[in-house]
DNA sequence: TGATACATAGCTATGATGGCTACGGTCAAT
DNA sequence: ATTGACCGTAGCCATCATAGCTATGTATCA
């Protein structure tokens, strides 16, 4: 057996989210990390190979956290897709608000670290079925996608500030919530189902 | 009468923001801009006072520079608001594919640069207006919020690469356009305009 | 016209910080 | 005792940033 763990990965991966969330990326620096779990920077290497392979696990990590709150929101299968929908968008929405710089790291790749697409997937199915009960089949991944784009630069720009001009913020997302959910239902319509 | 300027301020801002595009933040270190204007770092910090303003600047010109095409495709302020909402979202794709580190700057910030409110809310007028048009008075900034939105989100997830796996981006796009666009027009509706 | 003063551009040199590597010591399990 | 995992010290290199110097050219005044 092997000398048991002192300072684990999900230690360093725990305190670079913290750092992260309190200082940004640039707060989120080896020695800050290392501090944290009480060791010297340069033996975290022994777990990470590098910063950016430290940062692509918190992502890692993030994405899965929101996945799980999402699927948990989306509930029933069988439901009314509609207020499932509700809850889902609420659901990554106030996850946002709790961790405002994980889920700008998750959702601003394209720089660094490199989009987890699967784990993202995995966090999008729900979703995807919520849309093709909405939208039908045929239409659930553009459905899916248009609704996903709404929610990701809606809390997007709210985190970055954007909104804080004038007017009622969770009015206009209640209103983005309404018009989409209503211009999907045209798949409800269709079949019937309405 | 001082000394006329050999390197302009504009000269390292635009210079920047070729860095930014090639290399990424990452690439665009001081030294690199000095390079590429012919000077030593150092002598930067008579026209910058430091990197990060450097970047600010950098996205100030980038959102400028949107919020001009985004004006020239809005066109014909009395012309039906549906194909010009149409015009200004491919205009601010297309910009996003011609700039994508830039635009990323942009519509990212939170971390380093602050956000320029104003910038953007210039920017952003001509959809107001359109949005206005669209939906009516009293819902047009939720209804700008919402389309805004989605097309940032859906521009940024683009870029990112999330839509890598299946389907067509394309269609995605028009679909999330057409079914905003008529969400939108119960205003015209409303107001016996359709 | 010619000399002086000054503002500005640019440089070299230097400090500070952070990522990362090399290497060595310590301790537990075998 | 040997092995292997863990962690530290020392040090390298790149980068941002600053301090202080030199040079150049314009402007002003004799």
Same mark, same amino acid.
């Given at each position: 057996m092997p000398t048991p763990e002192r300072t684990s990965l999900d230690e360093i991966v725990g305190a670079g989210r913290d750092l992260?969330? @309190?200082g940004g990326l640039d707060g989120l620096t080896m020695q800050a990390v290392a501090h944290r779990v009480g060791v010297r920077a340069p033996s975290l290497y022994k777990r990470v190979r590098n910063r950016?392979?430290?940062?692509?696990?918190? !992502?890692?990590?993030?994405?899965?956290?929101l996945g799980a709150r999402v699927d948990a929101a989306a509930g029933d299968p069988d439901g009314d897709p509609r207020p499932a929908l509700r809850r889902v968008a609420r659901a990554a929405r106030d996850f946002a608000h709790e961790r405002p710089a994980g889920f700008r790291l998750v959702f601003t790749p394209g720089a660094e670290p490199r989009l987890d697409t699967d784990a993202l997937e995995a966090s999008i199915a729900p979703v995807l079925r919520l849309a093709s009960? +909405?939208? $039908?089949?045929?239409?659930? +991944?553009d459905a899916t996608r248009t609704f996903t784009a709404?929610?990701?630069?809606?809390? @997007?720009?709210? +985190?970055? $500030?954007?909104?804080? +001009? $004038? $007017?009622?913020?969770?009015? !206009?997302?209640?209103?983005?919530? !309404?018009?989409?959910? @209503? !211009?999907?239902a045209d798949g409800l319509r269709d079949r019937g189902l309405l």
């Open positions: 992260l969330e @309190s950016n392979e430290l940062i692509a696990l918190i !992502a890692h990590a993030t994405v899965r956290e009960g +909405l939208a $039908g089949e045929e239409h659930a +991944l709404w929610l990701t630069g809606f809390v @997007s720009m709210e +985190l970055a $500030g954007a909104f804080r +001009l $004038g $007017g009622d913020v969770e009015r !206009a997302f209640e209103f983005g919530l !309404a018009r989409l959910t @209503s !211009a999907f």
